[in-house]
């Protein structure tokens, strides 16, 4: 069993960046690729962004391309969303998934671990 848990949401301003981070406990997190996803006011959950085991490759949605990143520190078991640029759009409840795939997932059904999610609040 994994447990995750996200950190760093909060109320930012427009322009201004945010940092995430989701911490990771139990099995081994070192060959488990990572997910982002946000599900904002009356919208379905959406794909944000995706990373390897290795942290060697990542993956976006568009609407996020150029500004947010994703990296991992396995010796920490933490994986972080570094979101710049931010605009009111991205406002949104952050939620990090792992799965015991090691190659990039973009498909929900395919993490079977999620964390409990973080409120980012973006204002004009």
């Known amino acids: 069993q994994v447990q995750l848990v996200e950190s760093g949401g909060g109320l930012v301003q427009a322009g201004g960046s945010l940092r995430l981070s989701c911490a990771a406990s139990g099995r081994t997190f070192s060959r488990y690729s990572m997910g982002w996803f946000r599900q904002a006011p009356g919208k379905e959950r959406e794909f944000v962004g995706t990373i390897s085991w290795s942290g060697s490759n990542t993956y976006y949605t568009d609407s996020v391309k150029d500004r947010f990143t994703i990296s991992r520190d396995n010796a920490k078991n933490t994986v972080y969303l570094q979101m710049n640029s931010l605009k009111p759009e991205d406002t949104a409840v952050y939620y990090c998934?792992?799965?015991?795939?090691?190659?990039?997932?973009?498909?929900?059904?395919?993490?079977?671990?999620w964390g409990q999610g973080t409120q980012v609040t973006v204002s004009p």
């Open positions: 998934a792992a799965t015991n795939i090691p190659t990039m997932r973009i498909v929900q059904s395919e993490y079977a671990y």
